[in-house]
């Protein structure tokens, strides 16, 4: 078990807002990652899920590169993150099954709660699937905002009923809407049954 006294976070600012990093300084595994308030913008503090934890002013580089890797990755860039520093040990099984193939969509496709259910084997737990992505302790860097409801809308994020930042990062990889539902050239798995057999 960690020791309390050595979790830390930081806020930084990002294209959406004030995000905080929380992580254990002895191991550097990442513990949560906070997304902003929709309505303000701001880091809310009461969001830590630990206690005890302490704020860091002048973080080491590796931390500093986790926080440059979350400002692009909202700018659409395509970061490929070390998911060996996220701290999975408080997670069911199922969680923790949802969220390793929910890094595997791919940067710029977008899939479903359905579609995702079906990608681990579990076709009839669309619901469960989203309540995980729903509570995502690594929102961005596990890329929860690749999936959207049966329906290719958008949907809420991270447990927020108002899917603002989900769109704004789905369009900065280069999705494209049409009326708010997502095209079906940007879905993963492809839905395109026009490809000729051979």
Same mark, same amino acid.
């Given at each position: ?47 830590? =899920?630990?206690?005890?934890? /302490? ?15 979350? %400002?692009?990755? @909202?700018?659409?860039? =395509? ?7 996220? =701290? *999975?040990? @408080?997670?069911?099984? *199922? ?9 595997? @969509? ?15 084997? %579990? ?14 302790? *690594? ?28 769109? /704004?990062? /789905? ?7 049409? %009326?708010?539902?997502?095209?079906? %050239?940007?879905? *993963?798995?492809?839905?395109? /049954? ?5």
């Amino acid at each position: 078990m960690s020791n309390l006294t050595s979790l830390k976070y930081i806020v930084f600012n990002s294209l959406i807002g004030e995000i905080a990093i929380v992580w254990n300084n002895k191991d550097k595994l990442l513990k949560q990652i906070i997304l902003p308030d929709v309505n303000t913008g701001k880091f809310n503090y009461g969001k830590i =899920d630990y206690h005890g934890v /302490l704020s860091e002013t002048d973080p080491d580089d590796y931390i500093m590169e986790v926080m440059s890797d979350v %400002k692009e990755i @909202i700018m659409g860039k =395509d970061i490929h993150f070390d998911y060996s520093h996220l =701290d *999975f040990s @408080i997670l069911t099984d *199922f969680q923790r099954i949802v969220l390793l193939k929910q890094k595997d @969509i791919p940067h710029g496709r977008v899939t479903s709660y359905k579609k995702l259910a079906e990608l681990i084997d %579990k076709p009839k737990s669309a619901r469960p699937v989203a309540n995980v992505l729903s509570s995502n302790p *690594f929102p961005i860097v596990i890329p929860c905002h690749r999936t959207v409801r049966s329906d290719w809308t958008i949907g809420g994020y991270v447990g927020m009923n108002d899917g603002l930042y989900k769109r /704004l990062i /789905l369009e900065n990889e280069g999705v494209q809407f049409e %009326k708010d539902v997502v095209q079906k %050239k940007y879905r *993963f798995p492809s839905e395109d /049954l026009s490809i000729p057999s051979l």
